[in-house]
């Protein structure tokens, strides 16, 4: 005997056709089943609420994290960028005041017809020079290597061309050779000496700057672009 049945029977002792008993029986067993599936979706949608809200916690907290790591990440960056903007500038600086050493030391020479005094300037040149020369190898050398343990900083195209300037501007800068004192001693030696580093070293001066000025302009855009800032 199904349910429908028993309470049929149930029903049918307190008066009621069977017919009637049943038609009873499937409408409370209809409204029964139909407040459980009400229940049973209330009940779901309030798990999937929680889930939802759990979610977006979680969420939140991943945007949080994300966006405190980029802040890290970009203040890292500008950091680096600012660094090697302000190594280049100071090469650019340097150049341009030994250039102006080099000037005056030329008038210098440019003014005296005295023989001995030419020489003496010659000869302070060199003296100048040498110190100057070992002065940009260094800062060249930090330059480079800076970049190198920096590298992840900055895209491919960037670091490569930078690597590759301050490099062969290094390579340069160590291909200038400064004259022993015996060839020093010899004023017309010393003087066509002279003339010859000068070409080199405004060559290199040159080669330098015309690099590296555009390099400085592209830092300055990615810079300030990290920053927000209007170009």
């Known amino acids: 005997m199904d349910i429908y049945s028993i309470f049929a029977y149930i029903l049918g002792s307190v008066g009621l ?20 599936l009400l229940k049973d979706l209330e009940n779901h949608k ?5 889930k939802t809200e759990i979610l977006k916690n979680q969420l ?4 949080h994290e994300h ?15 600012k660094k090697v903007y302000e190594s280049i500038s100071d090469v650019i600086t340097f150049f341009a005041n ?4 080099i000037v005056v030391n030329n008038s210098e020479r440019a003014t005296t017809l005295d023989p001995k005094q030419q020489h003496l300037l010659d000869v302070n040149f060199f003296s100048f020079l040498t110190g100057k020369i070992s002065e940009l190898g260094a800062k060249l050398n930090d330059q480079v290597e800076f970049i190198k343990r920096n590298e992840i900083y900055f895209s491919a195209d960037s670091f490569d061309k930078v690597e590759k300037i301050v490099i062969q501007n290094l390579a340069l800068a160590s291909s200038i050779k400064i004259p022993d004192t015996g060839i020093i001693s010899q004023p017309e030696v010393a003087s066509a000496k002279r003339q010859e580093l000068l070409v080199l070293w405004t060559s290199l001066m040159s080669s330098y700057r015309d690099a590296m000025l555009p390099i400085r302009k592209e830092l300055t855009d990615e810079f300030r672009n990290l920053l927000g800032v209007k170009m």
């Open 17 to 36: 056709s069977t017919l009637t008993a049943i038609a009873v029986v499937k409408y409370l067993g209809k409204k029964i089943i139909e407040q459980q």
């Open 46 to 50: 309030q798990q999937l609420t929680e």
């Open 60 to 63: 939140a907290i991943y945007i």
């Open 67 to 81: 966006n405190v790591k980029f802040s890290q990440l970009a203040e890292q960056r500008t950091g680096i960028i």
């Open 98 to 101: 030994t250039h102006a050493g």
